[in-house]
Structures are given as C-alpha cells and as structure tokens.
C-alpha cells in the first residue's frame, strides 16, 4: 500500500482490533475462575457520602491466597456501605465483616457453575468477534470509498486482502484467549 490514505486506514483499523482484544481480555479477568483476583469486585459501587463510587476507591482489595479477596477500607465508616455494595452487585459473594476489614472467600464452583461460566466465556468472545468484523466492515468502506475518491484499484484489492488477513489474526487471537480461560475455568 503506497497510498498514505490507506496506510491511515489500516492502522487506524489495527488499533481499534487491538482495542477490541484488549477490552475481551479485560471482560474475561472479571469472570471468575475459581482462583481469587482483585478484579473479580470491579463491578462493585459504594455509597460514599451520597455518590456511588467504584470500590478500588475507598479500599484497598487484595488476595492474601486463591480462594480469598480482602477488602482493607481507608475510612472505617465505609465498612457497611462496602459490605451493602458487594451484596447488591449480585456476583454470588457473601462478604464477612470482623469490624475493620470485609473478607470474601470464594466457594469451590460446581461442574454446572463451570459450564455456565464457559458460556460466558464464550458469549464474550462472540462480542469480541463481531467488534472485530464491524471494523473490518468499516476499514473495507473507507477503502471503498477512497477507491471512488481515485486510489488506484489494484491498490484497493491489496489493501481489502490485507484487512481479511488481519482480521483473521485477530480473530485468532480471541480464538486463543478464549481456548485459555476455558482451560482455566474447567480445572478443577
């Protein structure tokens, strides 16, 4: 592709694919695997002085072993507020509070908890997939279009060749990121 024009326009599409990759990757920290991670109670808003804020906030969240999330909070006020919090945002949880921390262990997922969490795993991976082939739609339009505006058509053809490859190896990629979780997920 010699045509700076299109040269923008694959880059700009590789960008929004790695977007897209990194934003699956983010999705799939959320969901649980049975081991404990920080990121499991990102959802999780708290009523601080009349505003919900988000939890990583108003506490310090750590995993002292695989099975436990300790919520250290900086103001013990909050203790209630992220007690309620992690409660209403419905992840299965049930916090224990000892009066200056709120401790959540985790309980051993069942087979039918696993497989419902691979669909999950899966239907993210399927949102990903159709980001990923949105942006190729759009990269394949603005070639189009740039091929009315006078880009040769030869150079056209490469640049729409180019987009499939790229898309296909993105794709590739969720492929793989999801074949990982899953793997986690169903570990025992």
Do not use: C
């Not at 009349?50 to 006020?77: F, M, Y």
């Not at 919090?85 to 200056?100: A, E, H, K, T, Y």
């Not at 795993?121 to 006078?150: F, P």
């Not at 060749?161 to 999801?178: A, E």
Request: charged residues 30%; proline residues 4%; without cysteine.
């Amino acid at each position: 592709m010699s045509d700076p024009r299109l040269k923008t326009v694959f880059e700009d599409m590789k960008s929004a694919m790695d977007k897209a990759i990194d934003h699956a990757a983010t999705e799939f920290t959320k969901i649980r695997a049975g081991k404990a991670h920080p990121s499991m109670l990102d959802a999780v808003k708290v009523d601080y002085y009349g505003s919900l804020v988000p939890l990583s906030q108003v506490a310090n969240v750590n995993t002292p072993d695989a099975k436990t999330i300790t919520i250290q909070p900086w103001e013990k006020s909050t203790l209630q507020a992220i007690e309620k919090g992690i409660i209403i945002s419905n992840l299965g949880f049930n916090p224990s509070n000892d009066g200056s921390m709120i401790r959540v262990v985790l309980p051993p997922l069942t087979e039918e908890r696993r497989k419902e969490i691979v669909k999950k795993v899966k239907s993210e991976a399927e949102q990903a997939k159709i980001t990923i082939r949105n942006i190729r739609k759009e990269a394949n339009e603005a070639i189009k279009r740039l091929q009315k505006e006078g880009v040769a058509e030869d150079e056209a053809k490469v640049a729409e060749t180019n987009v499939q490859k790229t898309t296909d190896t993105f794709i590739k990629k969720i492929d793989d990121l999801t074949a990982a979780k899953e793997a986690e997920v169903m570990h025992v």
